[in-house]
């Protein structure tokens, strides 16, 4: 997104954060209306274009969210999605966007507020490398013409009773209603989301063999030192990089591995 709009989904996540700072408020069932919201925008183009049109005042435009949501979904939702409506918009497509941005959001809120944040975050980061283990996996879980509720079965059976239902309904989400996405990029957003929700970074370390805890600790107090910001490490072993370690965060790589060593001395002699 760019201009009004990343300006108003940045509004939708201050609101939707200063909702869910009552105790009372279910964010994880905010998270299911939000989603069921998306899908109506999804659907409805023309709703989609009336609720972002510039030249319809943002009361306006509210109250008619009101008329169609009042009754259907909670009063938190309502407010959130009025918010968001009389906010301006750079195109009607990024309102969409911005309702399932915060529906997952919603779902980082409501591990952070259960104890289960970090849990989800690894879950995803390791179903992340299972499937790319896997091409027959990943095209079950990406095949369009699949149908939808072979897709949520084998979800359930990867994931059921075996991670966080916050977890599940994130996967769940992203596989039966990618909106455009790939499977790595959608579980790379919402990992992303984790870590903003806790203030911090992601690094993915790939080492030749698994990290000591007091190894991550030296790791990640490092990485931290160098950004200004706590950071949280996805460890990844591949016994290929041979030795040393490999770190990435965001489009910044440091790589100390054996394999990339023997490859920069191999392109000198080449040279």
Avoid: C
Wanted: glycine letters at 10%.
């Amino acid at each position: 997104m760019i201009g009004a709009s990343r300006e108003a989904l940045a509004a939708g996540r201050e609101n939707l954060e200063s909702l869910t700072d009552n105790t009372s408020v279910d964010a994880a069932k905010l998270a299911e209306e939000l989603a069921a919201v998306t899908a109506l925008l999804d659907r409805e183009v023309s709703l989609r274009r009336v609720l972002t049109d510039p030249s319809r005042s943002g009361q306006d435009k509210a109250q008619l969210v009101t008329s169609l949501l009042a009754g259907q979904v909670s009063g938190e939702t309502v407010d959130l999605v009025s918010g968001l409506v009389r906010s301006r918009w750079s195109g009607s497509r990024d309102l969409a966007d911005a309702a399932e941005q915060l529906t997952a959001y919603a779902e980082v809120i409501a591990a952070d507020k259960a104890g289960a944040l970090d849990d989800v975050e690894d879950e995803l980061f390791r179903f992340g490398r299972v499937v790319a283990g896997s091409h027959e996996l990943r095209a079950a879980l990406t095949e369009p013409k699949a149908d939808t509720a072979a897709k949520k079965e084998l979800i359930r059976k990867l994931l059921g009773g075996k991670a966080n239902a916050g977890t599940v309904r994130l996967v769940t989400s992203l596989v039966t209603v990618p909106r455009g996405r790939s499977l790595e990029g959608g579980l790379e957003s919402y990992s992303k989301l984790a870590a903003s929700r806790r203030g911090r970074v992601v690094a993915l370390v790939t080492t030749a063999v698994p990290l000591s805890d007091r190894q991550k600790e030296r790791l990640a107090a490092a990485l931290a030192g160098l950004h200004g910001r706590s950071v949280h490490l996805n460890i990844d072993v591949d016994p290929g990089v041979q030795g040393g370690v490999r770190v990435q965060i965001g489009d910044e790589v440091i790589d100390g591995t054996v394999a990339s060593r023997l490859e920069g001395a191999r392109q000198g002699l080449e040279g």
